[in-house]
């Protein structure tokens, strides 16, 4: 019996019906009325149930500062897609977060609410709540995650940091529903099962607090996820299983308790390590009881390549080995050479060895490539320049901690210094630039090395004080003087110092005369002395005392006729500071120039007067980091970073218009003296081509062609021109 064949006219028509008649007509509404109309069907639920769908944020409850970060993940229970949206449910007055759950906190406290939302079914969402503390301020509960049977007891503790006050009260965050804590830290699992939150709050300041998530779960039941933790490199594949004890459903989900800022991980528990270092979890979670899961924890090395040199320079043609070291890597594989701009800039065999081809002025990159980690690559650039290093004729003699003086003819007197027998030698010689070789010319009155030999304005040169003996000895100082004179190639004795000194500084002024700054003495040590040469009557007169003793340091006439000094050695600790010596008043200002002490270093005067303050060392540390000084306002400049450290270096402003410095090897690395040139230009360092010889205590005199004579400093008579 059926509705569809009734109309409301033939009922209405219906004088008389009987009871009987009544109940079938409302049986008949009521059970087939549905089914009336348009003849619609029943229809099955979606797979994907809200009713079975849940989504877990983590972590809960943690407290971070006002405009820090925290990354928060989410897992998506009841289907394979994992896709969530991310949003604050207080608005963008509650901070705001990225499509990846990094969170970044506003500039007030409070409680705030991040809420990761499914994609594939919108109305499944989860939440975590966020206290936003004052900068600095943090509880952290420990352990942070944990798995434990129904009824059994583990043990919390806190701490705050931001403040002394450690105490916290504790609590849970679903309840009595989810087990007890007392006020020691000590919590009791409930007897149903479940991810429950323990939270710390801070006594002093409540806003602050932190959490850790309990998964409770039957007696017997744990996880258990092999490798129990691993060390893998960036990028690099690892699998993992998972034995689940306590049931016979060893169905797991896998997830990164970071997120994808962990990596990522596959159905099969196949984990891709993130291009970012750091310590990540790998979780496995029943299937059959979710609250069931076991943790492992990667460490993801930072993995890098570093090359060796980190940074050269090249003529065309010229080649430079190089070589790579990968940091980090359990894996190893070694490394693939290449040029990023081809062939056209250079080449490169698959030991490292690359030869230029670019043009002068260009720069090429050579690329090392890590073999098992493809992702991670090291580059070292290359400069093409025109100037390099060649070799003249041999030296007559050996020499380190001589000097080397251009005089008025365009030769070079080089002086005294030691030999390579280890003593100091008085033999001088003079280097012909026409001819680029050396020969002998008069010995001096008396053997010195760290002596210094200034040019005057008569032609003739000064050649001042230095040790007499290899020995060390107070009597090893000499206070005498000496005058080479290029018409009868000759060395005349002069008037005396007032005191003896060696590694010292000489100066001369714009009216002649000649500034000798410091030193060691043959009584106390390092000295602050000052005496001034003057030439018209062959005597040394008292220039007065710097603010403190210096040997080993630097000095250079600025512009206007005042003499900087810098860095150096004292008496019983090394100065920090610099002098500027006013030669009208005979006064000195003290001026702070490092923030570390050094000695053997450079000073260097540029265009606009400022000084470029080079290199240096102190108690075996070598320092890469320089500084320009300006003597009109006694400041200096931030920190600029040099190639290489290093330490009895030369220094040399080039010809060309422009702010150019050469500096030339010195003691770098390890202390040892090394090959290595650089070039500061435009208010930087770059790398220049490489000496053919190491050197260190040698010396570095402009030609007047502009090139550059490099003697001495190394164990033979080598000695090449920069050009």
């Known amino acids: 019996m059926g509705c569809q064949g009734w109309d409301m006219k033939s009922l209405s028509g219906m004088l008389v019906f009987d009871r009987l008649t009544v109940i079938v007509l409302a049986i008949c509404v009521l059970l087939i009325l549905p089914a009336c109309g348009n003849n619609s069907t029943l229809r099955p639920p979606p797979v994907d149930s809200p009713a079975r769908l849940s989504v877990t944020v983590t972590p809960n409850g943690q407290s971070v500062g006002q405009g820090a970060t925290q990354r928060f993940s989410a897992v998506v229970s009841g289907t394979a897609d994992q896709r969530v949206a991310w949003s604050i449910q207080e608005g963008a007055g509650g901070g705001s977060i990225d499509a990846q759950g990094n969170y ?36 952290t509960v420990s352990p942070s995650s944990f798995v434990l049977n129904q009824g059994a007891t583990q043990r919390f503790s806190a701490v705050v940091s931001g403040t002394a006050d450690q105490r916290v009260t504790w609590s849970i965050q679903e309840g009595a529903g989810g087990g007890s804590i007392d006020a020691q ?19 002093a300041t409540p806003v602050a607090s932190g959490a850790a998530v309990v998964n409770v779960v039957p007696p017997g039941l744990s996880i258990t996820v092999s490798p129990g933790s691993f060390v893998v490199d960036q990028g690099a594949t690892i699998g993992f299983s998972a034995v689940v004890n306590g049931t016979a459903d060893q169905r797991v989900n896998w997830s990164i308790q970071e997120g994808s800022g962990g990596g990522s991980i596959d159905a099969q528990g196949v984990y891709t390590a993130p291009a970012t270092a750091g310590t990540f979890h790998i979780v496995a979670t029943s299937v059959a009881t979710p609250a069931g899961s076991g943790v492992a924890p990667v460490s993801v090395n930072d993995v890098w390549i570093s090359i060796d040199p980190y940074g050269a320079a090249l ?21 693939t050479w290449s040029v990023q701009e081809g062939s056209v800039c250079g080449s490169v065999t698959s030991t490292g060895l690359f030869t230029a081809a670019g043009t002068v002025g260009s720069s090429c990159h050579v690329i090392a490539t890590g073999v098992t980690n493809p992702n991670r690559a090291g580059t070292v650039k290359i400069w093409i320049d025109a100037k390099g290093f060649t070799q003249v004729g041999d030296m007559v003699q050996s020499r380190v901690n001589h000097t080397a003086t251009r005089l008025l003819s365009g030769d070079v007197l080089i002086a005294g210094g030691v030999g390579q027998a280890g003593s100091p030698d008085p033999g001088s010689e003079i280097f012909n630039a026409a001819t680029s070789t050396f020969h002998a010319t008069s010995a001096l009155s008396e053997v010195r090395y760290g002596h210094t030999a200034t040019l005057l304005a008569n032609g003739k040169v000064l050649v001042v ?94 512009l206007g006729g005042r003499v900087f000094i810098a860095g150096g050695e004292g008496d019983s600790s090394l100065a920090f500071t610099g002098d ?47 500084r320009i000084f300006d003597p009109t ?91």
């Open 580 to 626: 500027i010596f006013d030669p009208g008043s005979g006064q000195f200002t003290k001026v702070q120039l490092y923030p570390r002490s050094r000695n053997g270093n450079t000073v260097t005067v540029l265009s606009d007067g400022r000084v470029l303050l080079g290199g240096g060392g102190a108690s075996g540390n070598l320092y890469s980091q320089t």
């Open 185 to 203: 830290g000590n919590y009791t699992a409930p007897t149903i099962t479940g991810a429950f939150h323990v939270v710390a709050t801070s006594v």
């Open 633 to 723: 306002t006694k400041t200096t400049s931030p920190d600029i970073a040099m190639f290489a450290p290093r330490m009895f270096h030369t220094a040399t402003m080039m010809n060309g218009g422009v702010d150019q410095v050469l500096l030339t090897g010195g003691n770098t690395y390890n202390g040892v003296r090394d090959t290595s040139t650089e070039l500061f230009e435009s208010e930087g360092f770059r790398p220049a081509v490489s000496m053919i010889k190491a050197r260190a205590n040698h010396s570095a005199t402009m030609l007047s062609d502009g090139s550059v004579l490099v003697t001495g400093g190394s164990t033979d008579r080598t000695a090449e021109v920069y050009k």
């Open 315 to 335: 003529v065309q043609g010229g080649s430079k080995q190089f070589q790579a070291v990968l940091h980090g890597t359990v894996l190893g594989g070694g490394v």
């Open 465 to 558: 004080g230095g040790q007499t003996s290899a020995d060390a000895c107070s009597q090893c100082t000499s206070h005498t003087a000496e005058i080479y004179d290029p018409a009868t190639q000759t060395f005349t004795p002069t008037g005396n110092m007032l005191v003896a000194r060696s590694f010292h500084t000489a100066v001369l002024l714009p009216d002649g005369r000649v500034v000798i700054a410091g030193g060691f003495t043959e009584v106390a040590g390092g000295s602050s002395s000052v005496e001034i040469y003057d030439p018209t009557t062959g005597q040394f007169g008292s220039g007065g005392k710097m603010t403190a003793s210096r040997v080993r340091h630097a000095s250079t006439l600025l």
């Open 104 to 139: 970044t906190a506003p500039a007030i406290s409070g409680a705030f609410h991040v809420v990761a939302t499914s994609v594939a079914t919108p109305v499944a969402s989860g939440a975590a709540v966020v206290n936003v503390v004052p900068p600095g301020l943090s509880v």
